[in-house]
């Protein structure tokens, strides 16, 4: 008789499929969304990254009647950004006349907003004195520093000053501003004649180096030190030098801060480097332009090392102290970097105080914002008439321009990471102390931080791939032989105890490599060498004894799934053998030191943080995963396909080889390709094990950093939207893209190989 079905019981089957349905759904898009929630997280912490130099004009206004008719000869800017929970940024701007005058203007008064019209309210006139005897009135100036100027009076004497403003606030939070001018050094007119224009810096203690360029064209070097004398008084020693070897009529004079190093161009395309030390010339050089052509304005790059050259060409370029052969102490002016290309020719470079970026004025009133190490054009700027004269505010965010009309005008600029583009990202970049283009990674340390991501990919992949030569032998010849070989009372031993390692925290594995692993390797590192011969030569004698007691009883035993009782103790041999022959071997061949003997005759250092004990540690948890999938996926192969072999005649090992092994490839292939992505993301192990330091080098004596490792050193150290966070972040993008690819291969190869193999 029919089955009646009870509709209670239907209705809660119904109930229960659907609420099963809503959840599997409901968890897929949750993970799904979570995926996608990540990646464009990522992303867009990441995109500003190349978002570009954003510049607005935020003041434009005619010259206060205050500075009068005066001919005014610099401008400066300055902008502080306060927050808002104090108010209005600190924004002002100054002018430098014929008169040797600056004057002061504040652009946001207390109770003044942004949203309306910004005006310059004078607050300050300030004169600089000029040196005992010389006339008030100023022959050229030229800009050392955003905030620096030497001036240069009418009877060839010089000054040194620095003006500055200087945001304040008092016990109620209201705002104001103070403005300094000081004159850091003064040097009287020339014996030898008169100077035209000049350039002075002052370094460390007090010290000032003075070089001027006389109407002769012989430049005079004045070097004023402080000495300390034995009862602690401070006595200023003076050193003259003169320069008259200039290889034409000079242009542009520039000199480093510690006066140790003066730069030259000529109207014939020169550019001179005259090295000062010891109150001596130690070196001159000359080199030309490129197509000749004359040298207009020359500034030093924030670091003091290279030189930024505008030409009559309208080129800007930075050139620097490069040394000839390598080992060598003896350097050359080479060109290194090629920047903005103006239409006629540079009249004006001006340094950033805080970054490698520079300004440049052309004849025409166009100025140019560039990055000298990446070579990234950021910025143009153009106004309606004809810039004359430019500032650059000592924070990199402002420019002021006057104009032929006496018009200022003030841009905001916002150009916060302009040291990024993909070609410092992943291509070679030559940076100051450097001989040649290199990929560099380091963050911190230097006058500029180095953002290559090509030695921490390199890394990355040079741990996987030491990893995975260590693990996936041991792994898949383990999974055969306790699917195939041994006992099954061996193999429900041996796999969960495989299995529970795969549970171990990488932190306890990067642990116990980096204090008991690491320095033992290095202890015995010529006997680690020395096993991979002495093991597989006792492990060949072996099985050559082997044959001549097989027809035993006791063999056949062995034979039959024990295998492991008597090959431990040959491996355990071949291991002794190779320490004991450590110390001799070392000795006749190494002179008695390994370590000492690579970095005299391989000219490579030996780490103890290295990639062979990486490779130990890292393969330790890639192991299980490999171990435990190849086993399931040997195990599954059908007992028809392996009694047939044989049947036919075949050994154990012959049917694994070549029946067991190609229907189980997809499955190991998965293993493999699984294991692989296991190490690409792993971080602890090489964090703890690596050394850290990235190098592009395959070399196993040393370290590496990995992209994972890269992330976990500098995340502490990076601060909330800066460059280095946000490149952090493009690194956890990449290892993210890395680990995806790699599962896409592998499902793919894995799908070809089940068609080919599942037929079977």
Known sequence: MPIEANPTRLARVKLADLLARFVIVSGGVIVIGSVIAVMVLLISVIFPLFGGTHAEVEVTCPLPLEVGDSEVLRVGVDRVELGESVGNDAL??????????????????????????????????????????????????????????????????????????????????TRSVRYDLETLASFGPDKDGKAVRAVAQSGEEGSVACAKLLENNHIVVEQQTVVTTLFGEGETETNRLVIDDAPGQVT?????????????????????????KDGEIKRHESTMLPDTASVTAMTMVFGDISVAVGDARGRVTTWAPVRTEEGSETQSLQLIHRLS???????????????????SLDENGTVCLDYMTSEKHLATFAADTPLTTIGYAPRGNAMVGLDGRKNLRIWEIDSPHPEISWQVLFGKVWYDNHD??????????????????????????????????????????????????????FKRTIKP???????????????????????????WIVGVFLGFVTIPLTFVAFMMFWQTIRQTNFAKRVESGYEFLVLIPVVV???AIAMALTGPVEFHFFAGDFRQWLVDTMETRYDQLNSLVVAIGLGFAVIPIIFSISEDSLSDIPHSLTAASLAMGASRWQTVWRVILPSASPGIFAAVMIGFGRAVGETMIVFMAAG??????????????????????????????????RVLFLCAVLLFLMTFLLNTLAELVRSRLRKKYGRL
Request: proline share 7%; hydrophobic share 45%.
């Open 92 to 173: 002002s701007a100054y002018t430098l006349t014929k008169d040797a005058v600056f004057s002061f203007f504040d652009f946001l008064p207390e109770g003044k907003t942004r949203d309306a019209e910004l005006k310059p309210v004078l607050l300050d006139h300030k004169t600089v004195e000029p040196p005992d005897g010389s006339p008030r009135r100023l022959l050229s100036v030229e800009q050392a520093s955003t905030s620096q100027f030497t001036l240069v009076w009418t009877d060839g004497a010089v000054s040194l000053v620095e003006a500055s403003a200087v945001a304040q606030f008092d016990d109620i939070g």
């Open 252 to 276: 542009a004079l520039v000199m480093n801060k510690s006066g140790t190093a003066l730069f030259a161009g000529t109207e014939d395309g020169h550019l001179d480097r005259w090295v000062l």
């Open 341 to 359: 290309e103006h239409d006629s020719p540079v009249c004006e470079i001006l340094p950033s105080q805080r970054n490698k970026s520079l300004l």
């Open 436 to 489: 040649e283009p290199k990929y560099l990674w380091q963050s911190s340390g230097t006058d500029e931080a180095k953002f290559s991501l090509v030695p921490v990919i390199f890394g990355t992949l040079k741990a996987t791939v030491y990893a995975m030569c260590f693990a996936v032998p041991l792994a898949l010849f383990s999974a055969m032989y306790v699917s195939h070989f041994t006992t099954p009372g």
């Open 497 to 523: 105890i495989v299995e529970i390692m795969a549970a171990v925290p990488t932190v306890v594995v990067g642990f116990l490599i980096l204090l008991w692993a690491a320095p033992l390797v290095g202890s």
């Open 573 to 575: 041999v071949g291991a």
């Open 692 to 725: 850290n330091t990235p190098l592009l080098d395959w070399n196993p004596f040393n370290g590496f950093r990995t992209l994972s490792a890269n992330i976990a050193v500098e995340i502490s150290e990076a601060p909330q939207g800066g460059t280095l966070y």
